[in-house]
């Protein structure tokens, strides 16, 4: 598919992504795609103002009407899921079914938040006083800005901006300078279902800032920015989290992680190898939830390391939109030196590395394609603890049950974790308080491949915030606690009396 068609076909004008100064190119092959403007501080003030005017006119319409521009939005999603996931391919380089399958993701939290709109509820409480009721209101927040990562260009602004809308509150989107194309795509389907709900100038509900971190910062300090969402690395979160503490405005933060899988005697050690490559070699272990370290009992250890090394060794690496694909290319050549640094890192601290080395150089000398690497390390030393995004799996082997655990919640981040075994006692301590100190912890699946109707995020420094499903809404509206007197009396709490 000719990108200027796609980019027709979802309503992008080829004006929006042709005439700026700075370039953007495809990981698949280094072609370029687009010539962007950048948006400024400025700018990104601007679009903030817009979003509060836009939020000021949503926030009296009825929860579960602003659930019927999101159903409309996922309708528009629906219609166009091949040509959005085809564009998240060509800008990020996933292979096609992920591609895909990040726009359904957008599809099934809109789905997800359509019924939302009809149950943000609060609570009733007990008064202490007579002729008294208490109770919870949840009210918007106002303007939310939505910071997001490269690796899901669309699906993460799918799962702020769904909840976000139904709650009442209006979107800045900076998206990924790596992914500019993406977010216009996305901005424009959200105007066509404004269009189709009747009222297109609902359109400023939404602003996109195409920018680099500047603008991120100028959405983390702007007073009228409620809440910020941000995903991406934990240097992000540092930079952002504390400049938007400054203003007591409010955060949600998804950062890195470093997920570990344990593989335990009883594990089924089938289930287990197909669980392990997709979760680490999928999206060219560029999610945040990519799998990097296994920890392995060491009556298992030397079978399943043998099983992954032959399916390694087929997974078929190259463009990502041709058919039998599994792993595309990185993101672009920092990724791949970083790659680089880890492995050499791994080599010095006693590491043997399978794989890893840079292929198809010759046929795309412009892009960044790698075999994945498999790293067998005697310990758990300072470069298996850091987040590299890249497909490297650090395989270390354990003994005793209570000392992988350990292991395993030795690193500083806290995203997802996984647990391959058929002991009963294993699983339930993995996921009991003594176990993984992750905030998804899985049993016999991988630690990738999450489903929107869970909350979503993790511990230490993987940020603390939660987003998509469960009840991540809570963060996206804030709460208000009312008591009302209905009585003749006025009875003061804990029986104080104070009569004049
Ligand atoms: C991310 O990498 O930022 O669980 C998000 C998963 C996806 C989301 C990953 N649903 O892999």
Redesign the pocket.
């Known amino acids: 598919m000719n990108l200027d068609d796609l980019m027709k076909a979802l309503g992008v004008p080829k004006s929006a992504y042709a005439d700026g100064p700075i370039p953007t190119r495809s990981p698949i092959d280094g072609r370029l795609l687009g010539q962007l403007r950048q948006a400024s501080a400025a700018d990104t003030a601007a679009a903030v103002e817009r979003a509060q005017a836009a939020f000021l006119r949503w926030r009296d319409v009825p929860a579960p009407r602003r659930g019927k521009l999101v159903r409309l939005l996922g309708e528009e999603l629906r219609r166009h899921k091949a040509e959005l996931g085809w564009l998240v391919s060509l800008e990020v380089g996933k292979i096609a079914a992920e591609g895909e399958g990040e726009v359904q993701?957008m599809i099934d939290i809109c789905d997800f938040a359509v019924g939302l709109s009809r149950q943000l509820h609060g609570l009733t409480i007990a008064s202490e006083r007579p002729g008294h009721r208490m109770m919870e209101t949840w009210h918007p927040l106002g303007v939310v800005g939505v910071i997001t990562?490269f690796?899901?260009p669309v699906?993460?602004w799918a799962w702020n901006a769904a909840l976000a809308l139904v709650c009442g509150n209006a979107v800045v989107w900076k998206p990924s300078e790596k992914a500019p194309l993406c977010a216009l795509a996305v901005q424009s389907l959200f105007e066509r279902a404004c269009s189709a709900y009747g009222d297109a100038e609902l359109a400023q509900l939404s602003q996109v800032v195409v920018g680099l971190a500047d603008a991120g910062a100028a959405l983390a300090d702007h007073p009228r920015v409620a809440l910020v969402s941000a995903?991406g690395s934990t240097r992000m979160g540092r930079a952002i989290g504390p400049r938007v503490a400054q203003r007591f405005g409010r955060c949600l933060l998804?950062l890195g992680?470093n997920n570990a899988v344990i593989v335990a005697p009883s594990a089924d050690l089938d289930l287990a190898t197909r669980a392990i490559v997709f979760a680490a070699v999928?999206?060219a272990g560029?999610?945040?939830?990519?799998a990097r370290r296994l920890i392995v009992h060491e009556s298992v250890y030397v079978e399943l390391v043998g099983r992954l090394k032959r399916a390694y060794a087929s997974v078929r690496v190259g463009d990502p939109l041709e058919t039998g694909t599994l792993m595309g290319p990185l993101i672009d050549q920092a990724a791949y030196e970083g790659m680089q640094r880890a492995l050499d890192q791994a080599r010095s601290e006693g590491g043997s590395v399978h794989g890893g080395e840079r292929v198809l150089a010759d046929r795309h000398p412009e892009a960044w394609y790698v075999s994945p690497a498999l790293v067998e390390m005697p310990a758990q030393t300072e470069g298996v603890r850091g987040e590299t995004f890249a497909p490297i799996l650090y395989v270390m082997h354990y003994a005793d049950f209570d000392k992988a655990l350990a292991l395993h919640n030795d690193v500083p981040q806290g995203l997802?974790s996984a647990i391959f075994t058929t002991d009963l006692r294993e699983a339930e301590a993995f996921l009991s308080a003594r176990g993984s100190d992750c905030g998804?912890a899985n049993v016999n699946i991988g630690?990738?491949?999450?489903?929107?109707g869970g909350a979503?995020g993790g511990e230490k420094e993987t940020g603390g915030g939660r987003e998509?499903g469960s009840d991540a809404w809570k963060a996206y509206m804030r709460r208000a606690t009312n008591t009302i007197n209905y009585s003749r009396e006025l009875p003061l709490a804990q029986g104080i009396k104070f009569d004049l």
């Open positions: 993701e990562a690796n899901f699906a993460v995903t998804e992680g999928g999206t560029q999610r945040c939830t990519t997802s998804i630690t990738s491949g999450a489903e929107i979503f998509s």
